[in-house]
C-alpha cells in the first residue's frame, strides 16, 4: 500500500513539475509584455503593454526570441505578418535582418582570415580582382585593411541602402561600387584618411562582399549558407535577394511610419553583406549563442576564441569591434547589432560573458519600441547593469520653470527652444522632435528617451544665461540668445529670405563642410517649408541647394516638385529634367516628366 502511495505521488509531482515550469515561463512572458520600458527610469512608474505601444508606434509585427543560460528559453510572435492579409507573426516568420546582416559577414570574413586565406592587415585591393577601391590623396599614405572595413575605420563612403522596389531593375555589384545606374547610391570611395576615426559604412561592407565572392568563387548565397548558416543550423535563415517563391510565403510584408505595407510589400538588397540578410529571430539567437559559447571556449563551430575577441573588442574607438557593436555598461559588456531597412527595425543583443540576451524583430519601423522591449526582457532576466536606476521626480513651481523659458543657441543654424508645459519644461531643437525635460531638482532635469541631464546657469537676479547639456561625462553650454538673434533658420521660416539665403551662403564660404549646409539637411528643411504652405521659402532653399550641389540629381528633383507645387510648369519640366539627365535611374523624375508633357 506504501509503495502504491509512493509511486501515485511521484507521477503526480513528475506531471506537475512540468506544468509549474511552464506556468513559471509564462508568467515571465506575460511580466514583460506589460512591463515595456523607457530609455530613462522614473521611481514607481508602471511598464507598457506591448500591443499597445505596438499600436502607438503603427507596427503591426514584432517577434522575439530570448537566451538565457546560452540557450534560448522562449521564442514569440506577435501582431500580424502583413496589416491587409491579417495573417499572423509566428517563430517561422523571416524578417529583413537588415545591418545585422553585417555581422554575419563579418563571421564569415574571420573564418577565412582563420584558415589563412586573408589577412586583416593587409590592403583590400590586394585580395580585390575585378574592381579595386579608387586611390586618392587619403590612401597615399596608409592603405584600407579588412580590419578597417570591418570596424567601420576606413574612411569608405555611403553608410546605408535604400534598397530597390520590388520589380525595379538591380544593379550588380560592380555598379553599386561605382555608383553607376541603376545602382541608386554614390559611387564608395575613401574620403577620409583610414584608420583615423570611426565612421559607418555599409559602403566598406560591399566591398567585403566582392572579396568574399571573388576569394571563394561562389555566390555569395551559397558561400554564406555553407560557411555561416549551415553549422549554425539557421534554416530559417537565407541571403536570396530577391526571395524564393517558397521563402515568400514565409516573409513579413515591410511597413512605413504610418503603418501602411509599403509598394511591393518589401524592398530588394543586392547588398547582400551589408543589408541582404533574411532570418527569424531564434536563428539569430542560435547565431548569439554561438559566440558566446565560443567567448568561453565551448565551441568552435566556425570561430575560435581568439576570432571572437577580435569581434567583440573595441578596435578604434570604445564602441565598434571587428563586426558588432559593443556595449560597456557599468562593468558589464554586451556585443550587440541593430538594423533597419525600410519597413523593418530589428536589434541583437548578448553579453560577452554570462550568457544571456536577446533578438527583436519587427516589420514597422520604430526603433523605440524594439529598445523598450529588449528593456523589458533585460529587467526580468535580471541583465547586469544594463539598465539605470531609476530617478525620482521633483515638483517645481510653474514660476521657476517659467524662468528657463527662452531660446538658446545650438550652432550657427540650430537653437534650443524652451518653454513650459504644465509641470516639465518642452525643449524644440531645430530640426529635431520635441524633447520633454522632467525635474528631479528646482535646476537639473532629465529626459526620458536618452540618458542625460540638463541645467540652466545664471541665476534668478541675473536671469539663467546657459543651458548645460550633460551626456555621458561631457558637458556642452548653449548661450541664451536675445530677441534681436536669429539663427537663418527662423529668418526663412518668418519670409526673411534674402537675409537668410545670405547667411547661408555665408556659412558655406567660412566652412564648406559645415552640417548646417549638409546637402539633406537643407533638402529636409526645404520640404518642412513646402508641407507647412511656404512654396516660396521652399523654393529658395531648394534653389540654394542646387547652387551648393549642382552635381547631386535629387536637389533639381527636389527643385523640381517646389516649382511644380506653384503652378510653374516650365520650371518644374527645366528640374526634372536636369534630374533626370544626371541620374537616369531617377524614377521619380521620369514619371513627373511624363505628366507633365502629357
Known amino acids: 500500500m506504501v509503495s502504491r502511495l509512493t509511486a501515485i505521488l511521484a507521477a503526480i509531482l513528475m506531471i506537475s513539475c512540468p506544468l509549474q515550469a511552464r506556468s513559471d515561463a509564462q508568467s515571465r512572458i506575460e511580466r514583460i509584455e506589460n512591463g515595456l520600458l523607457p530609455p530613462v527610469l522614473v521611481k514607481g512608474e508602471a511598464g507598457w503593454n506591448i500591443r499597445e505601444r505596438m499600436e502607438h508606434y503603427n507596427v503591426p ?19 500580424v505578418k502583413d496589416l491587409e492579409t491579417k495573417e499572423p507573426v509566428t517563430e517561422s516568420t523571416i524578417f529583413q535582418a537588415a545591418s ?22 593587409e590592403d583590400v585591393n590586394t585580395y580585390l580582382r575585378s574592381w579595386k577601391l579608387p586611390e586618392n590623396e587619403f590612401t597615399a599614405g596608409k592603405k584600407v585593411t579588412i580590419a578597417n572595413l570591418l570596424s567601420h575605420t576606413g574612411g569608405t563612403t555611403v553608410s546605408g541602402f535604400p534598397g530597390y522596389r520590388m520589380g525595379a531593375p538591380l544593379p550588380t555589384l560592380e555598379q553599386i561600387l561605382n555608383g553607376e545606374p541603376p545602382a541608386n547610391t554614390a559611387p564608395i570611395v575613401v574620403d577620409t584618411e583610414p584608420g583615423a576615426v570611426f565612421r559607418y559604412s555599409g559602403g566598406g561592407t560591399t566591398i567585403l562582399q566582392l572579396l568574399l565572392v571573388e576569394l571563394e568563387g561562389k555566390p555569395y548565397p551559397l558561400l554564406m549558407k555553407e560557411t555561416v548558416l549551415d553549422p549554425l543550423g539557421m534554416s530559417g535563415s537565407s541571403f536570396s535577394q530577391p526571395l524564393t517563391p517558397e521563402l515568400q510565403t514565409l516573409a513579413a510584408t515591410a511597413h512605413g511610419r504610418g503603418g501602411r505595407p509599403i509598394e511591393g510589400k518589401y524592398n530588394v538588397y543586392p547588398e547582400l553583406a551589408a543589408a541582404g540578410l533574411w532570418t527569424t529571430p531564434s536563428d539569430l539567437a542560435a547565431f548569439a ?27 578604434i574607438g570604445p564602441a565598434y569591434g571587428l563586426g558588432f557593436t559593443i556595449q560597456k555598461r557599468e562593468n558589464e559588456i554586451y556585443f550587440a547589432h541593430g538594423g533597419g531597412n525600410a519597413g523593418f527595425v530589428c536589434m541583437l543583443v548578448a553579453h560577452k560573458q554570462k550568457g544571456y540576451g536577446a533578438v527583436v524583430m519587427t516589420n514597422g519601423s520604430s526603433n523605440d519600441l524594439v529598445g523598450e522591449l529588449v528593456r523589458a526582457i533585460a529587467k526580468e532576466y535580471s541583465w ?18 517659467e524662468r528657463y523659458a527662452g531660446r538658446y543657441r545650438i550652432d550657427v543654424d540650430q537653437m534650443a527652444l524652451v518653454a513650459v508645459n504644465e509641470d516639465h519644461l518642452d525643449v524644440d531643437v531645430t530640426g529635431d522632435s520635441p524633447i520633454a525635460l522632467y525635474p528631479i531638482a528646482e535646476n537639473e532635469f532629465i529626459r526620458r528617451d536618452k540618458e542625460g541631464k540638463v541645467h540652466f546657469a545664471g541665476g534668478a537676479g541675473e536671469g539663467w544665461n546657459a543651458l548645460i547639456l550633460t551626456e555621458g561625462g561631457a558637458s556642452m553650454s548653449f548661450a541664451r540668445m536675445t530677441e ?29 563642410r559645415h552640417p548646417a549646409i549638409d546637402e539633406r ?29 549642382p552635381s547631386s540629381f535629387n536637389v533639381y528633383d527636389s527643385l523640381g516638385e517646389a516649382y511644380l507645387g506653384s503652378g510653374e510648369r516650365e520650371l518644374a519640366i527645366e528640374n526634372y529634367a536636369k534630374s533626370l539627365e544626371l541620374n537616369p535611374a531617377n524614377a521619380n523624375a521620369a514619371e513627373a516628366l511624363k505628366r507633365l508633357r502629357e
Request: hydrophobic letters at 40%; aromatic letters at 10%; a negative charge.
Open 521 to 549: 539637411r537643407i533638402n529636409g528643411i526645404g520640404y518642412e517649408l513646402m508641407g507647412a504652405g511656404k512654396l516660396r521659402e521652399a523654393i529658395a532653399i531648394f534653389a540654394l541647394n542646387v547652387e551648393f550641389y
Open 100 to 121: 545585422i546582416s553585417k555581422t554575419l559577414n563579418a563571421t564569415a570574413i574571420l573564418r577565412m582570415v582563420q584558415e589563412g586565406k586573408l589577412s586583416l592587415d
Open 289 to 315: 549563442i554561438e559566440h558566446q559559447l565560443s567567448l568561453q571556449g565551448k565551441s568552435n563551430k566556425i570561430l575560435s576564441r581568439e576570432m571572437e575577441e577580435m569581434m567583440t573588442t573595441p578596435y
Open 484 to 512: 534681436d538673434q536669429k539663427i537663418p533658420y527662423e529668418l526663412l521660416s518668418s519670409g526673411d529670405i534674402d537675409e537668410a539665403i545670405g547667411r547661408y551662403r555665408e556659412i558655406r564660404k567660412d566652412a564648406p
Open 384 to 401: 547586469d547593469g544594463y539598465l539605470n536606476e531609476p530617478y525620482e521626480l521633483f515638483a517645481v513651481p510653474r514660476e521657476t520653470l
Open 61 to 79: 509585427g514584432v517577434s522575439v526570441a530570448v537566451i538565457d543560460g546560452f540557450r534560448v528559453v522562449w521564442a514569440k510572435g506577435y501582431g
